[in-house]
């Protein structure tokens, strides 16, 4: 697109310039699609018959991540957070277009960026179809579409009363390492290097995501928060069960997964990672209890590991209960960009 003030500047302000730039490192051939980039629209062929599943996330430097992170894992991240709201809907990616301000075209930072988008692309299988390009202040938006039978979705508005509440793998990682960037706790090594990775290199679960489909009642992708998230879960079932009121549940504290980074830190600290975190990109799904052997074989097809954390319940209200049984009080919000809008968290929120 064209900018307004073009008359006041010259056309492309990128030394490398705009098209040479695209070509250079976004327009890859296109395999399983009939048209990418370079005209006008993209063409995609979903499966006969299938609903198209899209997403779309924004990323800003400043905000989701720090101006200091290395630009391959930013590629990575940016693709990873929209993949994972397909999985949560237990689509199948198909293809997915990048919407890219940067301030200069720099020929490295934009090769590593390339390199960590293209990995996890090939890596699921999916082709960048196009998108847009402009001089800026560091901006990306990735657009994701996928696939997924009709009727088949796993959507937020499936929990009821009794069902399970599961979360996959390891949550609370990235706001670890938040904490020790921030300096408001100190890591070890190796734990700040778990940290580290989890933050930037999230591994979107579309493969359980898929294999869920007909098992779970609900899911959502952790990217705010588990309490938080849950609470959206909570809203969106309680709405759609109409007469039977709100909904709330319950979660076991000792129950959560803990990764060994976790290990040796205060109940506090590591229930505020666990509980408040944010960025984990971790399924959060329900299935009623006559579903546990289906869970956890969706969990073994896909590698992945499941934990039953809690229960729904008759609402209102989520409770965290220790192992005996008594209730936990902490105050775990989620993440929201505008009620926290004069402090900012890089990398801490999507
Ligand atoms: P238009 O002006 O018609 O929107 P553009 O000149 O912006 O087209 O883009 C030219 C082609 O390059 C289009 O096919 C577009 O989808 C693609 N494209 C632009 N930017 C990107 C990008 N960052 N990644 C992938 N494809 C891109
Ligand atoms: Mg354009």
Redesign the pocket.
């Known amino acids: 697109?064209?900018s307004f003030d073009d008359a006041a500047r010259p056309r492309c302000p990128m030394p490398l310039g705009?098209?040479d730039?695209?070509r250079r490192?976004?327009?890859r051939p296109v395999r399983r699609q009939p048209l990418?980039?370079?005209?006008?629209?993209?063409l995609l062929a979903p499966s006969p018959g299938q609903h198209l599943a899209v997403s779309t996330d924004l990323l800003v430097e400043g905000r989701h991540f720090l101006p200091t992170v290395a630009p391959q894992a930013l590629g990575h991240k940016a693709l990873a957070v929209n993949l994972s709201d397909l999985a949560a809907c237990g689509a199948e990616p198909m293809a997915y277009?990048?919407?890219?301000a940067l301030p200069r075209a720099d020929e490295a930072w934009l090769a590593s960026f390339a390199s960590g988008l293209h990995a996890l692309a090939d890596a699921h299988g999916i082709e960048?179809?196009?998108?847009?390009?402009?001089a800026g202040p560091l901006t990306i938006g990735i657009t994701v579409m996928g696939q997924v039978p009709p009727g088949q979705a796993l959507l937020r508005s499936g929990a009821r009363p009794g069902h399970v509440i599961w979360v996959s793998g390891w949550p609370g990682r990235a706001r670890l390492w938040l904490d020790a960037v921030r300096g408001t706790l100190r890591l070890e090594g190796a734990s700040f290097e778990a940290g580290r990775l989890a933050m930037e290199y999230p591994q979107p679960r579309v493969g359980l995501g898929r294999a869920l489909r007909g098992v779970a009642s609900s899911a959502i992708d952790l990217s705010d928060g588990l309490l938080g998230d849950l609470g959206h879960v909570l809203q969106r079932s309680g709405a759609a069960s109409g007469s039977s009121g709100p909904l709330g549940a319950r979660i076991d504290a000792h129950r959560l997964p803990r990764h060994p980074a976790l290990s040796g830190l205060p109940e506090e600290v590591v229930l505020a990672c666990l509980l408040a975190g944010g960025d984990d990109y971790e399924l959060l799904f329900t299935a009623p209890p006559s579903q546990d052997a289906a869970v956890l074989e969706a969990a073994r097809q896909a590698d992945v590991a499941v934990h039953p954390i809690g229960q729904i319940v008759e609402g209102p209200g989520v409770e965290v209960r220790d192992a005996a049984g008594r209730r936990i009080d902490g105050r775990w919000a989620g993440f929201d960009h505008f009620q926290v809008a004069s402090s900012a968290v890089p990398g801490g929120a999507s």
């Open positions: 697109m064209a705009e098209f730039l695209i490192h976004f327009d990418g980039v370079g005209d006008d629209c993209a277009t990048l919407s890219l960048l179809v196009g998108g847009d390009t402009t």
